[in-house]
């Protein structure tokens, strides 16, 4: 019992102890063992360090009948310097999973780019092309559900309320409408513009009673939310409610006179389109010039092969 009171094998313990904790921990992040679990995602990390703490822990009190005390002082050196490196690649690793202007009410896309930036007026939001466009947009009905539930993966054959929730997103009321006062650290959705009080979440999958959502639009996160907790759009329903739109690719996606590839080109100027009706693959706009005066109407197509070729603009 005295050698291990001894001070350099105490420490030695606490060192192999913290160390193999750490490791534990930064393992299983890195291999994802928590990956979309929700709020049990920190308390599975840190079990998985505390285990492999417990046992390294137990083969060390074993190891001190076996190892000289000077080996022990200069284990403990070296211990102490992996120590520190585990530490600082633990601080990168949170630094890289939530880095600034990640978090909620912080990001919204940019006009151009679809990169998530800090939250301008604008709210032109283009899809990007390696992710698909999916079926549609969900809007929350946070007015009448103030929490929005998340379910992982849930169990499709039951209703939701057979299900315990993994995470959550809770809205608040203020004196100026709504404001989002808790979400997941990885809550990225496509449009967030509470200032208006208007969220949406992309819609991938459709069930009679769930949705799977893009949760995180820079990295394709997903999960499943009740479908009844808000309105489900489908891309023609919720082109036809935004204010304008705009081609990506102007030469390829001309408007054209008719809904057909070989029509004619409009010869019209304007500097905004007005969705008016959605035909297949096709979207009619009205031409709009600088003082919202119409000068006619025209085609262009809204998705090819799955994805989006406009933009589009809630506001403006």
């Not at 105490?10 to 299983?28: K, T, W």
């Not at 995602?41 to 000077?70: C, E």
């Not at 299900?163 to 997941?184: K, N, Q």
């Amino acid at each position: 019992m005295k050698q291990y009171l001894k001070p350099a094998n105490f420490i030695y313990l606490i060192l192999v102890a913290l160390l193999f904790f750490i490791l534990g921990a930064l393992i299983s992040s890195l291999l994802g063992v928590a990956k979309d679990q929700g709020l049990a995602a920190g308390a599975i990390v840190v079990g998985y360090g505390v285990i492999t703490g417990i046992v390294a822990l137990f083969l060390a009190l074993i190891s001190l009948r076996f190892i000289p005390s000077r080996m022990i002082v200069k284990i403990n050196y070296f211990f102490t310097l992996a120590l520190m490196v585990f530490i600082a690649l633990l601080f990168l690793k949170i630094s890289k999973g939530n880095p600034a202007g990640k978090g909620l009410s912080y990001v919204s896309t940019d006009n151009s780019t679809g990169v998530m930036q800090l939250i301008e007026p604008s709210t032109r939001i283009p899809i990007e092309e390696n992710s698909g466009m999916g079926l549609g947009m969900f809007f929350p009905a946070f007015l009448d559900n103030p929490v929005l539930y998340f379910y992982g993966i849930p169990n499709l054959l039951k209703t939701p309320d057979d299900h315990t929730p993994t995470d959550s997103l809770v809205f608040t009321r203020t004196e100026l409408g709504y404001e989002i006062s808790y979400a997941p650290p990885w809550f990225v959705p496509a449009i967030l513009k509470m200032d208006y009080d208007v969220m949406y979440l992309r819609v991938l999958a459709v069930h009679e009673n769930f949705l799977e959502v893009t949760v995180n639009e820079s990295n394709d996160q997903t999960d499943w939310i009740n479908r009844w907790q808000g309105t489900l759009y489908y891309w023609p329903d919720f082109l036809l409610r935004v204010n304008s739109v705009e081609q990506t690719d102007c030469e390829t996606n001309p408007v054209r006179v008719r809904p057909l590839s070989y029509a004619g080109l409009v010869m019209a100027r304007f500097s905004y389109l007005k969705p008016v009706q959605v035909k297949q693959n096709w979207l009619q706009v009205e031409l709009l010039d600088e003082k919202l005066n119409s000068n006619g109407f025209g085609w262009i197509q809204w998705n090819k092969m799955g994805k989006l070729t406009i933009r589009y603009s809630l506001f403006s």
